[in-house]
């Protein structure tokens, strides 16, 4: 079987890199420079392709003869960052995307798994569960970025010609988080003592990056087409998150948690 991953050098990428090779695959794997690939996959026997979703169509060749796109690729790190993003959401996370997706199709690719968010899954109002079947409208999302991610789950359901799978992580950490995600940089935050005595709070479900990598896998290999699956561990506060970091490496966590106006 033959993979092409997007966004092969991040968190969640790089980590279904090297299990994907682990379990016998051909990868090819997309990448904005072969260095940086290199970097991050080290000697792993894996194709690298230079691109990345600024311009699906310069490498839709690299396309031919895959069997299954995993794409993790999107703009999401940058969000977190002060300034006007909803465009290039919706011209990354969706529209090139969907782009990516037909382009795979006319190439004959068979299946396209596709990474959205626990956070577009709705939560029931009579307490119980929810499940993949609870999908938020998107003007319901005040998330921008989960917005991007609803928006672009209903597009692709509209994309013929190819199986598309989609997977809802969680609040993703593990190794090879290099950029780091925001998850990693409160690990390496922490670490280095750089967290402030403050804990904010809510909950959310965590789940490490090589779990949900797995999993992808298994929906390439076994899923029905359309299905999706969440995929992430119990929720967990921050405070709770912090406190197995400081159980982990000896420093404290914060000490105090704060109502978020106060934070």
Not at 27 to 50: F, H, I, N, S
Not at 158 to 171: D, R, S
Not at 201 to 222: K, L, N, S, Y
Request: charged share 20%.
């Amino acid at each position: 079987m033959h993979a092409f991953v997007t966004g092969s050098t991040g968190l969640l990428g790089s980590n279904l890199v090297h299990e994907l090779v682990q379990a016998g695959w051909e990868v090819t794997a997309l990448a904005r420079t072969p260095e940086k690939a290199r970097a991050q996959l080290g000697d792993l026997p894996v194709r690298v392709v230079a691109g990345d979703l600024e311009d699906v169509d310069a490498f839709a060749d690299a396309l031919t003869g895959v069997d299954v796109v995993f794409h993790t690729a999107a703009y999401f790190r940058e969000y977190y960052a002060s300034g006007e993003h909803e465009a290039l959401l919706q011209r990354l996370n969706v529209d090139a995307t969907v782009r990516l997706a037909r382009n795979a199709a006319e190439r004959g690719v068979r299946r396209f798994v596709h990474t959205s968010s626990s956070g577009t899954v709705a939560a029931r109002t009579d307490g119980r569960p929810s499940t993949e079947a609870d999908v938020l409208a998107p003007d319901a999302v005040e998330n921008l970025y989960f917005r991007s991610k609803v928006l672009c789950d209903l597009a692709l359901a509209e994309v013929t010609g190819i199986e598309v799978v989609t997977v809802l992580p969680g609040w993703m950490f593990g190794p090879r988080d290099a950029a780091p995600t925001n998850a990693g940089g409160i690990v390496r935050d922490h670490l280095a003592g750089r967290l402030p005595p403050v804990a904010l709070p809510g909950r959310t479900a965590i789940v490490d990056a090589r779990d949900v990598a797995r999993a992808m896998i298994r929906m390439a290999e076994h899923a029905d087409p359309g299905d999706r699956f969440i995929v992430a561990g119990r929720e967990a506060t921050l405070d709770e998150v912090l406190s197995g970091l400081a159980a982990a490496s000896g420093r404290p966590a914060p000490a105090l948690t704060l109502p978020w106006p106060m934070a």
